[in-house]
């Protein structure tokens, strides 16, 4: 392939990727979701996961955990970038090494197949908090919370213990101890 | 019971709270109630352009001019989507902008109505924020914040999108106080500690440089002047980028002229060989750095900014300070007289060597040019037009192009807010409505739009506006029948393969003016040139003044591609020793 003859600048060399969980306090409005996506989208950032929800109705406030890979630059400029939007109120930043964090992602597993195969299933969920939330005699759906790692690793080991459908969620995160995120 | 206003006149109700004294906008189905209340009040005048991003250009001519934030009133769909140009325009160069936009009624959104269009959603990623008013409750409280989320901070375009229905309802509209508390989304909280610093960088400098650029301008008049004082207070060389221009006077001898891409081989080398670089305002856009790679590796970086976004986005910086220009370079000059009240005398001595190594810099006499008897060179053109007019206190806009490098390079300004120029977006067409825009905001003043012929053509259709609302714009058109930098690229880069970049088909100018019902005046050689300004100028009607220039002139002096700053290709006599490498090529 030629080079290509139009671009101004060279990329410059490729910085390791650390991940990221940025936490985004914003104002439960409409289009507010579109617009903190849109900006990851919009200036090549990267989504691995995304959770968003309500927390507070009283104050109308919702929390976005987005897990993300970048270099410093680009985390900071994330921060930055986010901290600009209207809605929102603040942005917390942790490192998935971070020991002061708790990170959790939630699962549903559906498995068909025979009792045998159902219960060395639930044998296997069982250190992630598995719950039984449906059962008939051909199938069952368990729940599970789990690093995102620890559900990849479920996912494909269960294939043979008749897993047939998965359903997860993004990560959500908190600190450790008394404090909160001001 | 307080007495009940529509949407409609809650919305000029707002508008003149904001003392807002010109809308510039199109009518249209979703905004006719908006457009019916217009003639109940008299001190808002309404500027009907003939295309809606022209309505755009000339709000942000007017906003760049005055300081003030432009007001744009647009319909729904095909009215939202023509602004949307300027909006983004407005967002890369940080002009403040309120935009208006008509809405297809509430119970319709989402049915592909007639004219409707995801208007908040399209124009999202191009404004700092955006509304669709959904209760007739929120719509003043919504305006007003529209007006304050443009104008503080870092200003930029917003949008309030306001269906039809809701501009008929009715509600109270509560008496109207300008908060002092701001959003919470405005930094000016930099520490005294991060000035002593900078002073102490400052005195310890050999080779300091300012760099500064359009922030200088949006923090207001009295930037500017705290910059010439804080300039003779240092006695250091200053530089500035294309939006910078004006901020300090460009004929003043510590002026280096504009840097970057086509900037001059003193300022672009003085940036590569620096040891303390301040950025005021600017923000180390790629047509400034180059290679970023090997962008000024010797040198301390100061950065200056209101954005703390614009921090470490491009740059690694030294000493980053978030705040108003202003109120920094107030800061820094107090210090200075505070700590070393001899700086200026104790400096000299220590900076006098970086002062002749920039003389020697200037004896290349970078933007020089082989002048002709028989065809006009456009930087000719422009020399004898900045000379014409430099007693007038002229306010110049430009489209994007050859033309609008050369304007720079060669008109040179001596206060801000007289330059208006499209940077960031580089959006050709800018420039004639955003003359539009200035001549509204200041109708006794001489405005030219400093123009080339295929620029020109993309908003053309505003000298209409012109003539209707008698503004006596000059479109001063480069004529060199080129999309000239395309051609100058392709020359220069792509093996003199001219790809679509000539105007077989073009107007006649001068009949054009006279079609629309304004002036026109073309010039073909040297001789007349001066004659056919002074006539341009002293018509007190819109001109199109016809430049017929010549057709093969590049701009120079140029950083090419895949170069850092202090390699520079310079003009036709240079150019010889000097040729692009195959690498180079992917660079620009």
Sequence with gaps: MTKSKSAYSVAGKKEKLDTHIIVVWVDNEAGVLARVVGLFSGRGYNIESLAVAEIDSKLNISRITIVTTGTPQVIDQIKLQLKKLVPVHKVADFKREDKQVIFKEMALFKFVGNNNKRGKALNACKKYNAVILDKT?????????????????????????GLISVSRTGAVAMTRGAETFK | MPKLLSGAEIVFKCLEDQNVEFIFGYPGGAVLPIYDELKNHSSIKHILVRHEQGAGHAAEGYARSSGKPGVVLVTSGPGATNVVTALTDAYMDSVPLVCISGQVPTHLIGTDAFQECDTTGITRPCTKHNWLVKDIKDLSKIIHKAFEVATTGRPGPVLVDIPKDIQ?????????KKKNKLNGKVHNHFLQKEIDELVKLMSKSKKPIFYTGGGVINSGPKASELLRELVA??????????????????DDNNFLGMLGMHGTYEANNAMHDCDLMINIGARFDDRITGKIDEFSPKSKKVHIDIDPS???????VDLPIVGDVQSVISSIIKTIKRTKPNFVKSNKQQISKWWEQIGKWREKKSLDYINSNETIKPQYAVQRLYELTKNKDTFITTEVGQHQM???????????????TSGGLGTMGYGLPAAVGVQIAHPKKLVVDIAGE????MTIQEMSTAVQYNLPIKIFILNNEYMGMVRQWQELLHEKNYSESYTAALPDFVKLAEAYGCVGIRAKTPDELDDKIIEMIN??????FDCLVDKQENCFPMIPSGKPHNQMLLGPKDQEQNKITGKGKTLV
């Design chain 2, 539 to 544: 018509t007190d009607r819109p001109v199109i």
């Design chain 1, 137 to 161: 005699n051909k199938s069952c759906v368990i729940q599970i919370t789990a690093l995102r790692r620890e559900i990849d690793k479920m996912s494909k080991n269960l294939k043979k213990f």
């Design chain 2, 406 to 420: 050369w304007a720079a390079q060669h008109y040179k300004f001596d206060k801000p807010n007289r330059w208006m």
């Design chain 2, 310 to 316: 614009s921090i470490n986005k491009n740059i690694k």
């Design chain 2, 168 to 176: 008929f309802q009715k509600t109270d509209y509560p008496k109207f």
């Design chain 2, 454 to 457: 295929a620029s020109v053509l």
């Design chain 2, 233 to 250: 207070a240092t006695g250091f060389p200053i530089t500035s980028t294309l939006q910078g221009l004006g901020c300090f006077p460009g």
